[in-house]
């Protein structure tokens, strides 16, 4: 389904900025992308978690914003704190540290449940994270295979009869196109997926809100500078892969053990992913003669950064 997008409850409030930043291996948050180093072993984890100090004036939107990670993240890495007036001087955890996808390490992979986009290039032994906006319950994203069809610089806007509808009962009539330009809310860049009728885009935006979130009608929207970098990069036929996991697991090398759980999305059927400790950590601490009780801990706190349940 092409995209079309709600406006969050939140202001964007502008504020000076004090940075705080452990960054060991990690790239500057002014950067066009996180870029991480991938791991020459078994292991899953990259990145470092950043610190921030709040200055008076600051939201969570325009930290997320400044740090290039998702609003919802951010959130969940900070429970209890309040998103349009976090309290001065408080520091907050920047959640730029992940447990990579179990899938291969190739193209394209989104995880719906954590709305991050990862960008493999292992002939560099690169890869680099993103946060996204995806699908609204109504409009999920469907988890799929496939490849980039298309690459559009400019886009047009060719809303469906049910997008226009909808805009129709809010007193707005959309055109049958939307050219190229500032009203385009592709933004500048889209790169089609070959899934379905081809409906499914990943897109800019010409808006300054919604990454992160569940905003769109079913399309992958990432933001400007973001999207701009990885157009550059992909070539038509590129893998793109879309899963929804929202528990993910490391067993690393040295035989430390990682978690990270993401709250499960609520899909248009009322559905979600179960969350249970994975069958393959339980058959590992259960060979290891261990307790599930931290991991369960961790999938119930679900602040989505990897936590150590087992040390070497």
Not at 53 to 69: M, Q, R, S, W
Not at 221 to 237: A, Q, S, T
Not at 259 to 273: F, N, V
Request: aromatic share 8%; with cysteine.
């Amino acid at each position: 389904m092409p995209c079309e997008f709600k406006r969050p409850i939140f202001n964007n409030i502008k504020g000076r900025l004090k940075v705080l930043t452990l960054a060991l291996g990690l790239c500057s948050s002014h950067l066009l992308a996180a870029t991480f180093p991938l791991p020459t072993d078994e292991s899953r984890v990259v990145g470092r978690i950043q610190l921030h100090e709040v200055v008076k004036g600051e939201t969570l939107a325009e930290i997320a914003k400044k740090y290039d990670v998702g609003f919802l993240s951010l959130m969940a890495a900070n429970k209890g704190i309040d998103p349009f007036l976090p309290n001065e001087g408080y520091v907050l955890s920047i959640p730029t540290r992940f447990i990579l996808p179990n899938t291969l390490r190739e193209g394209i992979v989104i995880n719906l449940a954590e709305l991050r986009l990862y960008y493999f290039e292992p002939e560099k032994n690169q890869v680099h994270v993103f946060p996204v906006g995806i699908g609204r319950v109504g409009r999920d994203t469907p988890e799929m295979t496939t490849k980039i069809s298309q690459k559009r610089p400019n886009p047009t806007w060719t809303p469906p009869k049910s997008i226009r509808a909808e805009y129709l009962e809010k007193g707005i009539e959309l055109p049958p196109v939307v050219p190229a330009g500032p009203e385009n809310p592709l933004g500048q860049y889209a790169l089609r997926l070959a899934y379905g009728a081809g409906d499914y885009l990943i897109h800019g935006t010409n808006k300054d809100f919604g990454i992160g979130l569940r905003v769109s009608s079913g399309c992958i929207r990432m933001e400007p500078k973001d999207i701009e970098w990885l157009f550059e990069k992909v070539h038509k036929g590129e893998k793109v892969t879309i899963i929804n996991e929202p528990i993910k697991i490391a067993l690393e090398p040295d035989r430390s053990v990682f978690i990270e759980a993401h709250e499960p999305l609520t899909r248009s059927d009322g559905s979600q992913k179960a969350l249970n400790v994975p069958v393959e950590l339980e058959w590992w601490l259960q060979d290891a003669q261990l307790s599930d009780s931290k991991a369960k801990a961790v999938i119930f706190a679900q602040n989505g950064v990897p936590v150590e349940i087992v040390s070497p």
